[in-house]
T-cell receptor
């Protein structure tokens, strides 16, 4: 069965420091992979996605993620974190069957940014 | 602002009651998805509708049902509510053939 694991429930970094949020997936075929961000009291906003092609994908707000098939990982990175990045981040694998896209989300990583 | 609207924003009700959550998708989006987000279960896919028809089912309880109307808005009906149904309920929409979903701000349901 498809699954997504985000091993870090909480991460705290200082403003200006680099960030890497981990995501591992289990999926039989080439996955569609997404990262979403959820700010407090808000819905989820798409940061970036990977479907095929270049394994390093760029997203909004200065985020990027790298797909590594050998490690079944799709880690999210940002070179310099801003205080406004404090939020919860969700990795998702999407299973496409018969024209529908079923999302399976990880449990999320809550990011705290220290001033 | 994703363009997806959900009402109400907050809902407080008692066990055993029934509630209806409403979602209006982005203009032109035919697919609507419902999710439940709770502290212990995380974000769980409930059900998807496409152009009025049920397309996929996830971890949706039998006490819950949904429908999508001709104007493409969708309603999620939750009945015989239990304390454990307290959660954030999100609706998302996507254009036909797209893998991207756009999430609404959610409805926070509290069952007392």
């Amino acid at each position: 069965a498809q699954s997504v694991t985000q091993p870090d429930i909480h991460i705290t970094v200082s403003e200006g420091a680099s960030l890497e949020l981990r995501c591992n997936y289990s999926y039989g075929a080439t996955p569609y992979l997404f990262w979403y961000v959820q700010s407090p009291g808000q819905g989820l906003q798409l940061l970036l996605k990977y479907f095929s092609g270049d394994t390093l994908v760029q997203g909004i707000k200065g985020f990027e993620a790298e797909f590594k098939r050998s490690q079944s990982s799709f880690n999210l990175r940002k070179p310099s974190v801003h205080w406004s990045d404090a939020a919860e981040y969700f990795c998702a694998v999407v299973r496409a069957t018969s024209g529908t896209y079923k999302y399976i989300f990880g449990t999320g990583t809550r990011l705290k940014v220290l001033a | 602002d994703s363009g997806v609207t959900q009402t109400p924003k907050h809902l407080i009700t008692a066990t055993g009651q029934r509630v209806t959550l409403r979602c209006s998708p982005r203009s032109g989006d035919l697919s609507v998805y419902w999710y439940q987000q709770s502290l212990d279960q995380g974000l769980q896919f409930l059900i998807q509708y496409y152009n009025g028809e049920e397309r996929a089912k996830g971890n949706i309880l039998e006490r819950f049902s949904a429908q999508q109307f001709p104007d493409l808005h969708s309603e999620l009906n939750l009945s015989s509510l239990e304390l454990g149904d307290s959660a954030l309920y999100f609706c998302a929409s996507s254009p036909s053939g797209s893998d991207e979903q756009y999430f609404g701000p959610g409805t926070r349901l509290t069952v007392t």
